[in-house]
């Protein structure tokens, strides 16, 4: 399948979208362990970005990407802009000349990416950097198109591992940038170059389900499935996608170290990545994943389209997954789900 110009183009609306969205969360963590200003230099350079669109909107994909580079080297401060600057355009290399890109293609411009982070930064994985998230991106990526998935399907693997590598990030010292100087106290704070690479590779994903002339995949109802465990987490959800695969679903189980409980930045993050304007499905397992959900709710910019459902984990999920696939609204997908506390599995 792979992606297409216009596609490309959104990734990088979406982007920008979301780094000012997100601007004051990127830089709170950045002021735990680095120079307080990530959150801000990313917005600053993704709206100059957006400034040049017009200038850069006719060109092909790798043209497109060199300019998003060249853009954030000469306007994101510290160290963030060459990073990223050098990211993009090594992506806009891979992409040379390109209208469009396959799986192979993408998998070519995640390859570079790393590799211009690597070089200019002079990091590896496992130094809390950025690179804690991009490459078990890549290399989820990579296995998920191996096994036959679709270029969405195969990004949101991506996206997934992303994720869990910025929560492999608060359990490792840093040993490189000014985060190493903190030395152990770098410990227990998440990475904000890792957070704001997943936060592209979220707007990858988004964009890969936007296919030109069709709906976007945000009028269905979200689903977010909230566990003390991250196995029956990710167990529900995989079920879940092989009844349903389209259904805008995510799951979080576990704190940040692995051990039973909830996280309530996970399920705001969960939350985030289903938000639609038709509405959220929350499900939960047990009495203080209810109250970490709630306090989730409060602090959404839209609590008044989301919804804790009180049906049992896995059939709530099912249900509600097929419903939401085939474009049911969030009234008739809630009736059917509160059936399945009273209906024999059998």
Known sequence: MGMDKQQILDFVDKFADKMAEHKQELTEYDQHIGDGDHGINMARGMAAVEEKKPAFQDKDIGDILKTVGMTLVSTVGGASGPLYGTAFMKAGMAAKGKEELTDDDLIAVFDAMIGGIQTRGKAQQGEKTMLDAIIPAADAFKAAVAEGKDTQQALEEADKKAWEGVEYTKTIRATKGRASYLGERSIGFQDPGASSISYMIDALTEASGKPVGESEATDTVGIVIVSHSPKIAEGVLDLALEMAPNARIA????????????????????????????????????????????????????????????????????????????????????????????????
């Open 251 to 346: 799951a979080t189980g576990g704190l940040s170290d692995g051990s039973i409980g909830t996280d309530l930045t996970a399920v705001r993050k969960a939350i985030d990545t289903v938000m639609s304007p038709a509405g959220v499905i929350v499900l939960i397992d047990l009495g203080s994943a209810y109250m970490s959900s709630e306090m989730a709710v409060e602090m959404s910019d839209h609590p008044e389209l989301i919804h804790i459902v009180d049906a049992p984990l896995l059939e709530g999920a099912l249900f509600a997954a097929v419903e939401s696939s085939v474009g049911n609204d969030i009234d008739r997908i809630m009736e059917v789900m509160r059936k399945s506390k009273i209906e024999p599995k059998f």
